[in-house]
C-alpha cells in the first residue's frame, strides 16, 4: 500500500540509484535526509542503511565524483541526527 505513494522510493534501490546516475547532488541531499532520519528518528527503522551507504559510494565513485563533499554532508546529518 505505501508503495503506491510518495514513499516508493524506499522500497527499491534502483530508483534512488537511477536518480543519482542523473544528478547526484540531489541523490547525495536524499541520502543525507535518510540517514538523518534512520539516526534521529526512532519510528523509521525500515529505512535503507549499510547497504545504501555502499552503494552511494560505489556509484558515485564509478562517476569521478570526489568523495569528501558527500562524505562530510553524510557525516554530518547523521551527527545532527544524533543530537
Known sequence: MLTMGFLSW???DENLMSLLAQNW???VWIVAAIVFCETGLVVLPFLPGDGLLFATGALLG???VSPWWPMGLITLAAILGIC
Open 25 to 27: 547532488a540531489l541523490g
Open 62 to 64: 564509478a562517476q569521478g
Open 10 to 12: 524506499l522500497f527499491g
